[in-house]
């Protein structure tokens, strides 16, 4: 038995928020509350540790990962992204299909949950493709994916460009009880841009995408929701242009979800170095009056979730100019302690409205059974320490790629463990690390 003592508990899904322990035992949480002892087992052993000062969440649920298995596994593979997983505190992801060959077929599917269990950190599950090898015109067969284990369908990487295809697409994934997540993108819109079109775009001398390419087809989505009664979530929302489509979605009663990237609230376009292809990513950093907009959203509940859309590239791709180089950041290693440091600590987001966003929400919406401490749940939990400093540093990640903007910041707020089905699979202060 595992018995973590006086931690700070916050587990949205019971309303719970203060000290407490609690105890876990054959891979699920047992009690928790404030004087467990007297309801634990008689006689039993149990591996104490005292959390005075620290936190303790729920595992993560990401639900936006990019892990590049299969083809191309020089920028990560399943078992490189389950490791930086767990040391950033995630302790379930999906994960996206546009890997070489598309995750588009059924053994495809089972190959990556099949080598997701094998690698055995964070529970990984695969999102397949809404169309064939995301070609845009042909749909997959959805009922077989998720068959195969997948829990939602998506063609990330870029927007369905066709409606009637996108219509398609919601009315039939209604029989598999899935959402669609759509990465809303209209292309030519979007023309041949590398950051977000505005003054930052201008005085660069890049070629700006307006906020209308995300815009125009998060409203079309929406409203393709409300037409088909169909799942939709929409990935990485960077417009109040897509704010106002969701606004008005969600007014309606449709089955509407979104989420939002950390990248997206603590960055903006005026950030952009010219030199510095680690802060290009699609959608582009924000306008400041987006980013607040955005911020504002999360905290009231409009933008359901969190996820890191963690998009790993070598660094040779990355070595490339601005407009060359690809549209990616990592995420799972910073993520929560970049929200930590630029949002908690400041006071701009709550630690249980982080936690509802990052973890409950996200399990809830793709029907994962994570995102809760509640007696009977798998412990997948995160022992946090608000004040743990580290400088971001390509040298103490295990990401194969560290192309994230926040190289060289020091952050505060780190997990220091994390167990998956009540075993340690990373522990901080451990050498070598766990
Ligand atoms: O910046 C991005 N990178 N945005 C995407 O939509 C795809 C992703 C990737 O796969 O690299
Ligand atoms: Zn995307």
Redesign the pocket.
């Known amino acids: 038995m595992l018995w973590l003592k006086n931690a700070r508990v916050i587990d949205p899904a019971q309303g719970v928020a203060g000290i407490m322990d609690l105890a876990a035992r054959d891979g699920r949480v047992l009690s928790v509350g404030r004087d467990i002892a007297a309801g634990l087992p008689d006689g039993e052993t149990a591996e104490v540790i005292d959390c005075a000062g620290k936190y303790l969440f729920p595992g993560l649920v990401d639900v936006h990962v ?1 892990l ?1 298995e299969p083809g191309q596994e020089e920028k990560e593979d399943i078992t490189s992204g389950s490791r930086a997983a767990v040391r950033g505190g995630v302790t379930s992801l999906l994960c ?1 299909a ?1 890997t070489e060959p598309v995750i588009d077929n059924q053994a495809l599917t089972a190959l990556v949950a099949d080598r997701g269990r094998r690698a055995a950190l964070a529970r990984i599950y695969p999102l397949a493709a809404v169309t064939k090898g995301m070609a845009g015109a042909e749909l997959t067969e959805m009922a077989e994916l998720k068959a195969s284990g997948a829990k939602g369908f998506s063609d ?3 927007g369905v460009q066709n409606g009637e295809i996108m219509r398609l697409a919601l009315e039939y994934a209604k029989l598999t009880g899935c959402p669609i997540v759509s ?1 809303c ?1 209209d292309a030519a819109l979007a023309g041949g841009g590398v950051m977000r079109r505005g003054r930052a775009s201008a005085a660069r001398g890049l070629i700006g995408i307006p906020g209308a390419a995300e815009s125009v087809m998060a409203a079309r989505d929406v409203l393709l929701a409300g037409e088909t009664g169909g799942r939709l979530h929409l ?2 929302v960077s417009t109040q242009g897509t704010l106002a489509a969701l606004r008005a979605g969600k007014a309606a009663g449709w089955d509407i979800t979104a989420e939002v990237n950390p990248h997206h609230l603590i960055l903006t376009d005026e950030d952009v170095p010219l030199t510095n292809s680690n802060f ?4 582009p950093l924000p306008t400041a009056e987006d980013r607040d907009a955005l911020l504002a959203a999360l905290a009231d509940g409009l933008i359901d979730m969190l996820a890191s ?1 963690h ?3 070598t660094w040779e791709e990355k070595a490339r100019p601005f407009a060359e180089a ?4 990592t995420a799972l290693e910073t993520a929560l302690a970049a929200v930590w440091t630029y949002l908690v600590r400041p006071g701009k987001l709550t630690a249980a409205r982080l936690i509802d966003a990052y973890s409950r929400r996200p399990a809830e919406r793709f029907g994962l059974e994570a995102g809760t401490l509640k007696p009977g749940a798998p412990a997948d939990m995160i022992l946090f320490d608000p004040d743990w400093e580290e400088t971001v540093s390509a040298d103490n990640m295990a990401s194969k790629s560290a192309n994230t903007p926040f190289l060289g910041r020091r952050l505060r707020g780190y997990p220091i463990k994390t167990w998956v089905g009540g075993r340690l699979v990373f522990d901080r202060l451990a050498q070598p690390p766990v």
């Open positions: 990019h590049r996206m546009n990330d990487g870029r990465h993108e990935a990485h290009k990513v699609n959608p859309d998009a790993p590239h690809p549209f990616g950041m």
